[in-house]
Nanobody, 115 residues
Framework: QVQFVESGGGLVQPGGSLRLSCAASGSIFTIYTMGWYRQAPGKQRELVATFTSGGSINYADSVKGRFTISRDNAKNTVYLQMNSLKPEDTAVYYC?????????WGQGTQVTVSS
């Protein structure tokens, strides 16, 4: 079964940037529509960006214009470039294939935006 490992989180000041990476263990990754999700304390998990295998991209309104999702199928990796970060972006970020409930979730990577 394909597995995903997220990395790149950390503590950043408001207005700063981070680039998250999500490495997949298998080449079947290429057929998935990949999503970046986030979950803040006490809140439900939120889908923030998607990238289909055909190249279509969508963003949640809350991150549109600030976040950029990309993928490198040769490296089995999907990225999330986050700019102009706000305190409300603080959350654990996860990547997961859309609609693949049998695929385990990774550990996520913590992003904290604070001065």
């Amino acid at each position: 079964q394909v597995q995903f490992v997220e990395s790149g989180g950390g503590l950043v000041q408001p207005g700063g940037s981070l680039r998250l990476s999500c490495a997949a263990s298998g080449s079947i990754f290429t057929i998935y529509t990949m999503g970046w999700y986030r979950q803040a304390p006490g809140k439900q998990r939120e889908l923030v960006a998607t990238f289909t295998s055909g190249g279509s991209i969508n963003y949640a309104d809350s991150v549109k214009g600030r976040f950029t999702i990309s993928r490198d199928n040769a490296k089995n990796t999907v990225y999330l470039q986050m700019n102009s970060l706000k305190p409300e972006d603080t959350a654990v970020y996860y990547c997961h294939p859309i609609g693949q409930s049998r695929v385990d979730w990774g550990q996520g990577t913590q992003v904290t935006v604070s001065s």
